[in-house]
């Protein structure tokens, strides 16, 4: 099992930025490739960004990238949101989740963090 508890979220005015982390615990972190995603109310959970167990591959849904950067730090067993040019449609809950593989899919994913809210105001 891995447990993974997120935080950072908060309200930021558009055009600003915010920092997500999400910390890990339980089984081996470093061998599990890790995602962002989010949910607005009335909507799917969207893909956000997913990084692999080394950091060295990166995938970004076409509506963040440029703006966010994903990254992780195993000796903190942490992955991070780095979110730049906020957007009040960037407005979400936001969940980190653990894949034993490569996985950009919602389904794919095997643990699931409780969420933080991320407010952009215009």
């Known amino acids: 099992q891995v447990q993974l508890v997120e935080s950072g979220g908060g309200l930021v005015q558009a055009g600003g930025s915010l920092r997500l982390s999400c910390a890990a615990s339980?089984?081996?972190?470093?061998?599990?490739?890790r995602g962002w995603f989010r949910q607005a109310p009335g909507e799917e959970r969207e893909f956000v960004a997913a990084?692999?167990?080394?950091?060295?591959?990166?995938y970004y849904a076409d509506s963040v990238k440029g703006r966010f950067t994903i990254s992780r730090d195993n000796a903190k067993n942490t992955v991070y949101l780095q979110m730049n040019s906020l957007k009040p449609e960037d407005t979400a809950v936001y969940y980190c989740?653990?894949?034993?593989?490569?996985?950009?899919?919602?389904?794919?994913?095997?643990?699931w963090g409780q969420g933080t809210q991320v407010t952009v105001s215009s």
């Open positions: 339980g089984r081996t972190f470093s061998t599990y490739a």
């Open positions: 989740a653990a894949s034993e593989s490569w996985a950009t899919k919602k389904d794919e994913y095997d643990f």
């Open positions: 990084i692999s167990w080394s950091g060295g591959n990166t």
